[in-house]
């Protein structure tokens, strides 16, 4: 059964426990490394290479052998987790690096069928006991059904804030996060813990998440500002660059046809910035011209990343952007949230 203590099997974390988003491509093992470190749980982004992902685990792997043995005690798993994006792989190409590095979580999102998670963690437990299965969704009916047929350790609740990819139909977390805790309290499955992801960028986000019944929270665009993340510098300037977030992105199937046929499944679309690419696609150009003008730009020097919203090529993130306006370390991003979450709960809990 899961085990509603996240703190029971990651000991080294400390409260309120802050997640770096698995963003395939952008955080590798230099990122999640620095967020265990600081008391966070690092995760890094798996996508097709399951040799890229080795080469990252071995990254965090080695940073994590260095640090003091009383920061991160000994538990018998790898103190970072992965994230798998399970519909654009194979479960046996998955499971020797699963088997060999044993991450502390392993993260699935974005299946073809909900009942794919199945196969996934009993695979997952088989070669790898000790690793947890946490599942990100974006809809109570996804979070029940998941937990019926997959038993995760923990749903992360992904609301329609978020960055990058996501479900087409979903919620904010001020409704998504209650309802998900009394539906699957309701359905007997209070013990499973649930993390809130999407437009929590800051102590304030994370005490209203806390506040909604989560237990822990994940964050990628305010991420996308750290020192640690692989990014272009040009996507990055525009993520300092933007404001008003609900202006500012987008969520749209749009995204995912930029570079050819949408290969996501249907459930999915995703958060972007108002790029040249939507702009034309809003204002009625078809999308044979779009892609043609995309992928004509994206040979360029900067891969069609411009600040400005006049680059064409997309760049993933959530409606928190326009609160992100400084590169930080990964550190100094967790610790100033946990403190700032620290300081304005200890602040409401005098009213
Ligand atoms: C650039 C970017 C890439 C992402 N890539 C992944 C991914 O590979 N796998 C995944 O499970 N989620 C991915 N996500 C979604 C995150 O898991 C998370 O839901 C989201 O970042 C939370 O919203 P926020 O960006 O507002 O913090 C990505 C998000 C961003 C911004």
Known sequence: MADSNLQTYLPWT?????????????????LASSVTLSGGLGLIGGLFSMEDLRSELSIAASALASASKTDIPAIGTLPV?????????????????IRDFK????????????????????????????????????????????????APDALCMQGADAGGHGYEKSAGIISLLPEAVDTLAAEGFAHIPLLASGGIVDGRGVAAALALGAKSVVMGTRFLASEEVVVHPAYQAAVLEARDGGQATKRSKLFDELKGPNVWPEAYDGRSLVVKS??????????????????????????????????????????????????????DIVESVREETREILSELSKL
């Open 103 to 150: 991450p502390a979580v392993i993260w699935l999102f974005a299946a073809k069928e909900l009942d794919d998670y199945k196969d996934w963690a009993s695979e997952i437990r088989r070669v790898s006991p000790e690793s947890k299965i946490w599942i990100q969704c974006g809809n109570v009916g996804a979070a029940l059904h998941i937990a019926k047929v997959a």
């Open 278 to 331: 939507y702009k034309d696609y809003a204002s009625g150009v078809g999308i044979e011209e779009i892609r043609r003008l995309h992928n004509e730009e994206v040979l360029g020097e900067d891969k069609g990343f411009k600040s400005g919203f006049q680059g064409r090529a997309t760049i993933w993130c959530g409606t928190g952007v326009g609160l992100v306006g400084k590169v930080q370390s990964a550190r």
């Open 14 to 30: 400390q409260k309120p426990l802050i997640v770096n988003a698995p963003m395939a491509g952008y955080a590798g093992g230099a």
């Open 81 to 97: 987790g992965v994230g798998l994006l399970t519909f654009v792989l194979k479960i046996a190409d998955a499971l020797p690096v």
